[in-house]
T-cell receptor, first 113, second 116 residues
Framework: QQQVKQSPQSLIVQKGGISIINCAYE??????FPWYQQFPGKGPALLIA?????SEKKEGRFTISFNKSAKQFSLHIMDSQPGDSATYFC????????????FGTGTRLKVLA | NAGVTQTPKFRVLKTGQSMTLLCAQD?????MYWYRQDPGMGLRLIHY???????AKGEVPDGYNVSRLKKQNFLLGLESAAPSQTSVYFC???????????????FGPGTRLLVL
């Protein structure tokens, strides 16, 4: 019940294309859903995050779509660029207690020039 | 602000040796976390702390101990290293949002540990 399932494991997209990464969760007590971006040799860094009171959040070329009833959320990268090549992790956190994150297993994105 | 720093950056240990990884944050965050990252496994929580002097077990705590004697520091110890502990270790810290919910976790650059 505490798992966050992420897919696909890897993704190859042409420059200018749309990259889509999906995550699903079971525990309805989760109420904070961040996406992290990690470049090789670096620590993860927050990309964008959403709370379940909204269905979509957009920041530049990055959009989170959130479907509370389906318990799914996804990251869309519009106009994907080679500089977006990185590993992306979704996560979910509880809104009480320890505020621990449960991370997905990651998606390695490669954007071809 | 340096954010979250970790030392050392890389270490090689022999089976049975001990070591301590140091995490420091200068953002006055209450919460601190230690994760390990392994290929295909994502980030798994080892131990965490919700304040100075307090620690708790995460998802994969066996073989590790932690201490948080000062608010800005969080130490991860391996008493007797095993090859299964070969991994990349990340420390993170966060504050509590004004609404009382979870907040962004800021990660350090990681420590690569190889246990032979």
């Amino acid at each position: 019940q505490q798992q966050v399932k992420q897919s696909p494991q890897s993704l190859i997209v042409q420059k200018g294309g749309i990259s889509i990464i999906n995550c699903a969760y079971e525990n309805t007590a989760f109420d904070y859903f961040p996406w992290y971006q990690q470049f090789p040799g670096k620590g993860p860094a927050l990309l964008i995050a959403i709370r379940p009171d909204v269905s979509e959040k957009k920041e530049g070329r990055f959009t989170i779509s959130f479907n509370k009833s389906a318990k799914q959320f996804s990251l869309h990268i519009m106009d994907s660029q080679p500089g977006d090549s990185a590993t992306y992790f979704c996560a979910a956190s509880f809104n009480s207690g320890t505020y621990k994150y449960i991370f997905g297993t990651g998606t390695r994105l490669k954007v071809l020039a | 602000n340096a954010g979250v720093t970790q030392t050392p950056k890389f270490r090689v240990l022999k089976t049975g040796q001990s070591m301590t990884l140091l995490c420091a944050q200068d953002m006055n965050h209450e919460y601190m976390y230690w994760y390990r990252q392994d290929p295909g496994m994502g980030l798994r929580l080892i131990h965490y702390s919700v304040g100075e002097g307090t620690t708790a077990k995460g998802e994969v705590p066996d073989g590790y101990n932690v201490s948080r004697l000062k608010k800005q520091n969080f130490l991860l110890g391996l008493e007797s290293a095993a090859p299964s502990q070969t991994s990349v270790y990340f420390c993170a810290s966060s504050s509590l949002s004004t609404s009382g919910g979870a907040e962004t976790q800021y990660f350090g650059p990681g420590t690569r540990l190889l246990v032979l």
